[in-house]
């Protein structure tokens, strides 16, 4: 059946694009650097993605010692413009702090909230699952009950009211983040198990005498985990901007800096020192970006039905 | 000793208004092929889902080996298990595409309590060479693998326990016909070799006469006949059965649909 379907997809492909199916011919027979080119020409958002992301995560490795101290010290006179004084290539803020400062310890922020967040709601959301999906019953019922009440909910809205309740710090926020995301990716892994368990493979492992733990994790997890990775990276780029406007609206860590924070910052100064809040925003856009690139990279990238993947089955 | 005795066994999916299998009594003699035929939608693969408890059965019950396991919970079924086990009919999708063969081979055997590594690893090459793959077979995953080997992999892994029953549903009819009757004549060389009682099932009756010993011919959830493979096309009675035997593409014989206009009413009022 698998091969059917790749059959046909060879057959359209072959029809409506002979030049690209050229390219991949005489890819191949040039040897391996132009087949790796080629490859990376057609995972290009994939590629794009992970340059995006290895920018940033060099910034938020490097800010201790590129930028030693603390990011919220007053270092120089307020309201510098960017480049208009060495030493403050970013220019300073309302206080004289460093923006450049602020914007590579803000990616350590950044990035430990979104990946952490996302991290947690994936182990949560997948666990949940997983279970409803593959058992279905009672236990899928009661799955679907706790999810509705967390979808009449806007998600934001309980993010902050939780917010109001739990002092802020690096690990509340990634926890609270945490806990309103992980619907969305326990609703993909409930389909995903809902749909594998009755493939003949996971009937055969239970004729076999398997037992249910061994058949989620061993036989259908693999196979479910590459919708899973996708979302689990769309849900980083949304756990960073989630923080981002929790911080904006004054209820991250006030002694932490975080993009967020420097947006609500400059708020006020919107008119004369647009850069202030021009300058995060961008790093957050960034960051965004490339999270969502590399999930659709690689959702992409793992879909077993790509054209390449098909060919190299023996037949 | 009968291995299957099956008596009133009803079947339901949840939620439909007609059992799919409905009041089946049969068993299986030890050492016998078992044929059940019958067109898509009959009950074949559900009976047979039923029968290695696979599904529940809403009523009726089904003795293995003079044992009551219609509604035996998973740790009773433990040596069922080993005992009865299963050939699916589409052999891309009866093996786990991301494990390698080594692991679809060996994980049975921990599974039930084989602690050593290298007696698995042993086993397994043993099902391999019996079902004449290569020992190589081991570090590859399914895709690597024709349709005709995948079915001898999915054989091999039904082996590995050394079952005593074996529940094909239309292990051949997912492949082309040279493969089919490879795999077919495995299955009989492993009948002898193992000493395997087989439930077989086809909608391909030239198969089942080939293969079976006694054939059970299912409509609409009910056996309505069952007859000697051998001696079929004289012996069958029931208009179901003829009207099959009739639609059956026959050598030697000019007009291959030839079933006449009472006969098709008689069987469909059932």
Redesign the interface.
Same mark, same amino acid.
């Given at each position: 059946m698998e091969d059917a379907s790749a059959a046909t997809f060879k057959v359209t492909f072959d029809a409506k694009q002979p030049a690209s199916l050229h390219r991949a011919s005489s890819a191949r027979h040039t040897g391996r650097l132009a087949s790796v080119l080629f490859a990376a020409r057609r995972e290009g958002t994939l590629i794009a993605g992970a340059a995006l992301l290895s920018v940033i995560f060099t910034l938020a490795l490097v800010a201790p010692y590129a930028f030693p101290g603390d990011p919220l010290a007053i270092t120089g006179p307020s309201f510098l413009w960017p480049g208009e004084a060495a030493g403050h290539s970013l220019g300073t803020d309302a206080l004289g702090r460093d923006v450049a400062a602020g914007i590579a310890h803000g990616a350590r922020f950044s990035l430990f909230v979104g990946m952490g967040a996302a991290f947690l709601s994936t182990l949560a959301g997948v666990a949940a699952g997983a279970v409803a999906g593959f058992f279905g019953g009672w236990a899928d019922r009661s799955f679907v009950r706790v999810t509705e009440i967390f979808q009449t909910i806007p998600g934001f809205l309980l993010l902050m009211v939780l917010m109001e309740i739990v002092p802020p710090s690096l690990f509340s926020i990634t926890g609270t983040i945490a806990f309103v995301s992980w619907p969305m990716m326990a609703r993909v892994a409930r389909t995903e198990f809902m749909a594998l368990r009755s493939r003949e493979f996971v009937l055969a492992a239970r004729t076999l005498g398997y037992g249910p733990a061994r058949i989620i994790v061993m036989e259908i997890l693999p196979n479910a985990l590459p919708p899973i990775i996708a979302i689990a990276s769309v849900s980083v780029a949304s756990a960073i901007l989630m923080e981002a406007a929790l911080a904006f609206m004054g209820l991250g860590d006030p002694n932490t800096v975080s993009w967020g924070l420097m947006i609500g910052n400059g708020r006020e100064f919107l008119r004369t020192a647009w850069y202030l809040s021009a300058i995060p925003g961008g790093a957050i856009m960034a960051t965004v970006l490339g999270f969502n690139l590399l999930a659709d990279g690689l959702a992409r990238y793992l879909n077993p039905h790509r054209a390449d993947r098909a060919s190299a089955r023996t037949p | 000793m009968v291995p299957f005795s099956v008596s009133d066994l009803i079947v339901r999916h949840p939620g439909a208004p007609v059992p799919t299998v409905n009041a089946v009594s049969f068993t299986l003699i030890r050492g016998e092929t078992l044929g059940i035929v019958g067109e898509s939608g009959s009950g074949k693969t559900t009976l047979a889902?039923a029968l290695?408890r696979?599904l529940s059965p809403e009523s009726g019950s089904i003795r293995f080996e003079n044992e009551d396991i219609t509604h035996a919970r998973?740790a009773a079924? @433990?040596r069922f298990?080993?005992e009865?086990?299963?050939v $699916?009919?589409?052999p $891309?999708? @009866?093996?786990?595409?991301?494990?390698k063969i080594r692991k679809a081979l060996t994980?049975?055997l921990a599974? /039930?309590g084989m602690r050593d590594p290298a007696e698995r690893e042993a086993r397994a090459r043993q099902v391999l060479r019996e079902t004449n793959l290569p020992d190589d077979a081991l570090e590859r995953f399914p /895709?690597? $693998?024709?349709g005709g080997q995948r079915q001898r992999i999915?054989i091999a892994?039904a082996l590995i326990?050394g079952p005593s029953v074996m529940i094909c549903d239309e292990p051949v009819s997912a492949l082309d016909l040279s493969t089919q009757a490879q795999i077919l004549n495995l299955l009989v060389a492993l009948k002898q070799s193992q000493n395997l009682s087989y439930v077989f099932i086809s909608h391909d009756l030239s198969v089942v006469r080939y293969f079976c010993d006694r054939v059970m011919v299912m409509h609409h959830g009910r056996i309505v006949e069952t007859v000697a493979a051998a001696t079929m096309e004289a012996d069958a009675r029931h208009p179901y059965t003829r009207a099959l035997l009739d639609a059956a593409p026959h050598p030697g014989r000019r007009k291959t649909r030839n079933v006449p206009k009472e006969a098709e009413t008689t069987v469909f009022s059932n």
């Open positions: - | 889902r290695i696979l998973p079924l @433990s298990r080993r009865v086990q299963m $699916f009919q589409d $891309f999708a @009866s093996l786990n595409p991301r494990q994980t049975p599974v /039930h /895709h690597e $693998f024709s999915g892994r326990l």
